[in-house]
């Protein structure tokens, strides 16, 4: 435990707002992750495994989470469980070099804040770490249209290829089975009606949405 001492000594002064946890196998990537959130102005802690994110998770408070989908040991979406029991307002972002329907599913009902498909780029990845800071300090308060927003149908739009897309479609289609109804919308998801209205206020300002 003397690696965790050493850090939660360097941790006095940093908001936890400012603490993020990267999880990555890839030694690569977590050197780039760590410079690009170091130039941000951020305290990262980088681990392996799940294993050791449970570990440091149980120690110390972190704002922001980055996770791997694909990881040794435990996975990434039960190591997205654990962390949340571990720490409920954690703001996490998931990494992934592939989607599925099921890894998006089970995301957002654990309220992820963003998809990153590997490869990223920083500017890709700055916003998303200025959305997690934001919501994990409240900021982010998505606002209910009074009239439902009834999504486009395009018969001839490609398949989703990354979890944003996944995602975006899981929710859409939801969302046109309940013929605009957000409450059944969100009960059928698992998720609740305050992230339902966050998605479809980012997909209205993306255009996906009239």
């Known amino acids: 435990m003397k690696h965790l001492t050493n850090v939660t000594e360097r941790l006095e002064n940093i908001p936890t707002c400012d603490r993020v946890l ?47 989908l694909n990881l040794p040991g435990i996975p ?8 949340r029991a571990l720490q409920p307002d954690i703001a996490v972002i998931v990494i992934t070099g592939f989607g599925t329907l099921e890894a998006a599913q089970t995301a957002i009902r654990l309220g992820v804040v ?3 498909t590997k490869p ?5 990845l700055e916003v998303a770490i200025d959305r997690a800071r934001r919501r994990f300090m409240g900021e982010m308060r998505p606002r209910a249209p009074e009239q439902a927003v009834t999504p486009p149908v395009d018969s001839t739009a490609r398949p989703a290829t990354t979890m944003t897309e996944v995602e975006r479609q899981t929710i859409l289609e939801a969302l046109e089975r309940n013929e605009g109804n957000r ?13 339902l209205y966050y ?11 009239p």
């Open 76 to 83: 990434g979406l039960e190591l997205f469980r654990q962390l």
């Open 120 to 124: 990223c780029g920083l500017g890709e």
């Open 183 to 195: 409450t059944m919308t969100a009960k059928e998801l698992g998720i609740s009606i305050r992230t």
């Open 22 to 68: 990267v999880v990555e196998d890839v030694a690569a990537l977590r050197d780039i992750w760590q410079r690009a959130l170091k130039e941000m102005g951020l305290f990262c802690v980088c681990v392996r495994t799940g294993e050791e994110a449970v570990e440091y998770a149980g120690e110390i408070e972190f704002g922001i989470a980055m996770l791997d």
């Open 114 to 116: 963003e998809f990153l």
């Open 199 to 209: 998605r479809l206020a980012e997909y209205q300002r993306e255009g996906f949405l």
